[in-house]
């Protein structure tokens, strides 16, 4: 049997790791000295009570060699196989302690450690479709294959409402950021080839800002795989939400709308009022 591993940047709900029984391994936020496992320890609402008090974002650390392997060990005692995802190899070093775990068990010829090249529900796109395959029983080699022939084609972005954390954790100059705030811009923030970089800029409220970047996604969401879509968010209101997921219903493409909360490795660096729609392109 394959078991289905991510990383807690993957941002899927308790409700959908349930379903799919994916098993996550955190990442750890450290709030001055103080270190927390994501999504275990603390919410994001305590962390943005704690990076604007401070006036600093927290730092964030990869998966604990410790942590991977405890995780691991159950599974491969039993003598399943692990497929295994990590944020952006680009972004942090977690992939490696995944490989490093791997080895230490004596389980790399056991072990898949994909690089999603992405962050947040755009790893956990990801993730569902190779629990999905592993549930339907087919054997790692072609899961990976198969997933890694999708990776490409998963669309990740979203709008930040402020700036400012993104310019605390050094994603954004103090130039940027100062502009952004005085002429109200709302960046679109676009993962490609497992690197964040900005996009269009949008101006004006919040909650119309957002319902433009969703229609600016319209012909590629027309064509994007049925399945499913995410709206993922960092703590924006039920209204906003609501809003978004009216227009993808009217779209009348997807099975499945799925909104979920930004975990707090994700919220540290994009601050609240963030919302991004993720979804598999076409072929």
């Known amino acids: 049997m394959v078991r289905i591993f991510a990383d807690s940047t ?23 000295q103080e270190e927390y496992r994501d999504g275990e320890d603390l ?47 680009q972004m942090s070093v977690t992939g490696n302690v995944f490989r490093m775990t791997a080895e230490e068990m004596g389980a790399a010829d056991r072990v898949s450690v994909i690089d999603s090249q992405n962050l947040s529900t755009g790893i956990g796109l990801m993730v569902i479709e190779a629990a999905i395959r592993a549930q339907a029983g087919e054997p790692r080699a072609q899961i990976v294959s198969e997933i890694e022939a999708i990776r490409g084609r998963v669309r990740a972005s979203f709008v930040v409402d402020t700036l400012t954390y993104l ?60 399945d499913r879509v995410f709206i993922t968010h960092s703590g924006c209101t039920q209204d906003v939400i609501d809003g978004v997921h009216a227009y993808l219903e009217s779209l009348g493409r997807f099975r499945e709308i799925l909104v979920t909360r930004a975990g707090g490795v994700i919220s540290s660096h994009c601050g609240p009022g963030t919302l991004g729609v993720l979804f598999i392109a076409g072929e």
Not at 11 to 22: I, N
Not at 64 to 87: H, N, Q, T, W, Y
């Open 167 to 226: 310019h605390r954790g050094g994603r954004c100059s103090s130039v940027a950021a100062l502009a952004g705030s005085v002429l109200k811009l709302h960046p679109m923030i676009v993962v490609e080839n497992g690197a964040m970089h900005a996009d269009k800029k949008y101006r004006g409220k919040m909650s119309s800002v957002i319902m433009s970047y969703a229609r600016d996604l319209e012909p590629a969401l027309k064509t994007a795989v049925p």
């Open 43 to 89: 919410s994001p609402d305590q962390i943005y009570s704690w990076s604007d008090r401070h006036q600093t974002t927290p730092k964030t650390s990869a998966v604990s060699l410790e942590d991977s392997m405890k995780a691991f060990r159950p599974v491969l005692d039993a003598g399943d196989e692990i497929i295994v995802f990590c944020i952006s190899e």
């Open 10 to 32: 993957c941002d899927l709900s308790q409700e959908l790791v349930q379903r799919y029984d994916v098993r996550v391994i955190p990442l750890h936020i450290v709030l001055g």
